[in-house]
Nanobody, 123 residues
Framework: QVQLVESGGGLVQAGGSLRLSCAAS????????MGWFRQAPGKVREFVGA???????YYGDSVKGRCTISRDNANNTMYLQLDNLKAEDTAVYYC?????????????????WGQGTQVTVSS
């Protein structure tokens, strides 16, 4: 059974940084793309960024320049570093797995999802 488990969320101050982790288990994820999404109350889900197996990264416009996504393929883990936090970064952050980067960025459905971790930025 495939599981994605996010961790690292919590309450952080504006201007600070956060680092989230997403650990995948249950199968081999060779050539899978991993991605981060977020959803704030009353808003649609937003693409944050993604990283291919090759470690090529893609970022959403709202976090570009403040976000770094990395992955440890040996341990099936992905990381999200978000700097210069703003109140509008407050959301539940989800990780996802998919085979195709196009589907990850533009699609609505993905093969696997995590349960989400809450990030609250206080001003």
């Amino acid at each position: 059974q495939v599981q994605l488990v996010e961790s690292g969320g919590g309450l952080v101050q504006a201007g600070g940084s956060l680092r989230l982790s997403c650990a995948a288990s249950g199968r081999t994820f060779s050539n899978y793309t991993m991605g981060w999404f977020r959803q704030a109350p009353g808003k649609v889900r937003e693409f944050v960024g993604a990283i291919k197996w090759s470690r090529k990264t893609y970022y959403g416009d709202s976090v570009k320049g403040r976000c770094t996504i990395s992955r440890d393929n040996a341990n099936n883990t992905m990381y999200l570093q978000l700097d210069n936090l703003k109140a509008e970064d407050t959301a539940v952050y989800y990780c996802a797995l998919d085979r195709d980067i196009g589907t990850m960025i533009y699609g609505n459905e993905h093969e696997y999802w995590g349960q989400g971790t809450q990030v609250t930025v206080s001003s």
